[in-house]
């Protein structure tokens, strides 16, 4: 079965963007060992999951990097080349290369596509996403990218839990950056 691994930005006190769904206060500078990282851990990866609202800024964003000759490297052609599935329940149509929009209900289409042949599925969110993916116990690992800011209030992404979610702390790495890169395997009560 593949495992459905989420990667998320997040502030020390936990959301990943504030009340509005601004994320001005991520750490964009990455140094290359962060980019290392983050390219090792998306290896067995061949398929991205993301909500329409991250997709709107995500897949824009990385096409222009990967057209920038300073600034294109081995990861920003990684993160094009993955083909991407976007969840929306109003889009119909887009132009990003390399996607497919679904309409489908998330947990049972992300349930289907764990148990279908391929490598592992990675997520980058956004908020209701991850939450729905977490309600549901699909989430195998999770990389909580924790960025050294705290912003008080915002978007959560474990406030859907009906009952407590236990996880096991795998690793604890800090990068020159200032991200620390927490990862847990949940330990669901099934």
Known sequence: MRKLILQMQVSVDGFVADEKGDTGWLVHDWDQQLKDYVLA??????????GRKLADTFIP??????GDPDIADVYTHRMNDLPKMVFSRT??????????LVNEELPEEAARLKKS?????????????????I???LIDEFYL???????????PIFHQL?????MKLVSATSFPCGIVVLFYKPQYHR
Do not use: C
Not at 61 to 66: I, L, N
Not at 91 to 100: C, D, F, M, S, Y
Not at 145 to 154: R, T
């Open 91 to 100: 889009q119909t149509g887009h132009g990003w290369q390399n996607t497919v």
């Open 61 to 66: 964003a990385w096409t222009a990097r990967a």
């Open 117 to 133: 042949p391929g490598g592992d599925i990675i997520t980058y969110g956004g908020s209701h996403l991850a939450a729905s993916l």
């Open 135 to 137: 309600q549901e116990q």
């Open 41 to 50: 851990l998306t290896q067995s990866v061949d398929l991205i999951l993301m």
């Open 162 to 166: 009906e009952q407590q979610l236990s």
């Open 145 to 155: 990218f924790v960025n050294p800011v705290a912003i008080g209030k915002g978007l």
